[in-house]
Structures are given as C-alpha cells and as structure tokens.
C-alpha cells in the first residue's frame, strides 16, 4: 500500500505570502495525486488533481507540481480566504490522505 | 449540478453497527466510484473505501474487516455499514464523487457518536 507522509504540519503565514507544503508517497504514484482545502464545519473542496491540474473554479494562485514520489502545492499569494487545512490524497486504491498542514494567520 | 445528500444514525453505543446512506443527484451516476471518508474530532480526513456501479469494492486494510459499503443503482444510492464500532469510531463521515480519480463532489457530512 502506498503511504503518503506531508509536511509541515502547521505552518504561519501572512496575506500576500508564498506558501509552499510537500507531500512525499513510499513508491512512486503515476501522478495519482490530489489537494484539499478544509475548513472547520465544511466538507472539502477540491483544488488540484493529477498533481497539477487546476480543478475548475480554482483561483490560479494555487499551483501544483511534482512527480513520481514528491509534489508540491505552492499558494502564491495567501490571502484571507485560504487560512484553512489543506491535505494530499493519493487515489490510487486503497487511497490515502497525508495528514494535513494547518496554514494559519501569523 | 452535482449534489450529495448523506443521512443516517447520528448516535450509537459501543457494539452496534454504523449505518449511512448518501443519495446522489448526479445524472452520470453509474460512471463513477463513490467514496466514504471521515474525519475523527482533532484528527485529519481517513479514506474509508469505495464502490463503482457494479459493486467493486475496496476498503481500507484498517477497517476492512468491518466495513461494507453497497450500492442501489436504481436509486442513485450508496451506503456504508462499519460493524462493532467503538469510541475511536466516532468522526465526521463524508460520501464523495470519486475514487481512482479525485474527489470532487462532496456530501454535506455527518457526525457520529460513539458512546454508552
């Protein structure tokens, strides 16, 4: 099974800030590789898939990017709507999720 | 426009089996896998399985052997049933779009209580 380990957990930011948060799988994932975006009382939102698509709706400061074992998400800009949780997921079966970073206001 | 409504038992005791349904107001219904997933108190989002039109299934090693997950194609309709369940099953649970693609559509969650 595949394992997918992100990093940081948290991370401080300010608006205007570029953010960058890494997700590493255990064997290589053929692009198979999501972002979300989560926040409190919310289901999540899609932002990326195949490790770089922008999904539709996205604004265009959301950027992804990698292959084989490790991807990026790069927030260009934070501004105040993307304080949130963001999370990786492989989907390739089983699936997994990383276990999330935390971009709160610094 | 895609909507997922989930409804279910928001309350059970240690033992008893965890029951949810999502309806699927999706007029490609049988053109995608659909996903369970949830999200314990202060914990991050665990991928739970899923299931295609024809009821190919797969389930997390984790939980596999207590989770069945269905689907009814004539009611647009897929469940999830996670037997014996405990204090550490108590989470949010989600029914997504997707599976061996990204999750696109999501239900509006659901949180379940384990306790006596």
């Known amino acids: 099974d595949i394992q997918v380990t992100q990093s940081p957990s948290t991370l401080s930011a300010s608006v205007g800030d570029r953010v960058t948060i890494t997700c590493r799988a255990s064997?290589?994932?053929?692009?198979?590789l999501a972002w979300y975006q989560h926040k409190p009382g919310k289901a999540p939102k899609l932002l990326i898939y195949?490790?770089?698509i922008l999904h539709t709706g996205v604004p265009s400061r959301f950027r992804g990017s990698g292959s084989g074992t490790e991807f990026t998400l790069t927030i260009s800009s934070l501004q105040p709507d993307d304080f949130a949780t963001y999370y990786c997921?492989?989907?390739?079966?089983?699936?997994?999720f990383g276990q999330g970073t935390k971009v709160e206001i610094k | 426009q895609v909507q997922l409504q989930q409804w279910g038992a928001g309350l059970l005791r240690p033992s008893e089996t965890l029951s949810l349904t999502c309806d699927a107001y999706?007029?490609?219904?049988?053109?995608?896998?659909w996903t369970w997933i949830r999200q314990p108190p202060g914990k991050g989002l665990e991928w739970i399985g899923q299931?295609?039109?024809?009821?190919?299934?797969s389930y997390s090693p984790s939980l596999k052997s207590r989770v069945t997950i269905s689907i009814d194609t004539s009611k647009n309709q897929f469940s999830l049933k996670l037997s014996s369940v405990t204090a550490a099953d108590t989470a949010v649970y989600y029914c997504?779009?997707?599976?061996?693609?990204?999750?696109?559509?999501w239900g509006q969650g659901i949180l379940v209580t384990v306790s006596s």
């Open positions: 195949r490790a770089s």
């Open positions: 064997q290589r994932i053929t692009s198979w």
């Open positions: 299931i295609n039109h024809s009821g190919s299934t």
């Open positions: 997504a779009r997707g599976g061996h693609s990204p999750l696109d559509y």
């Open positions: 999706d007029g490609s219904f049988s053109d995608y896998y």
């Open positions: 997921q492989q989907y390739d079966t089983p699936a997994m």
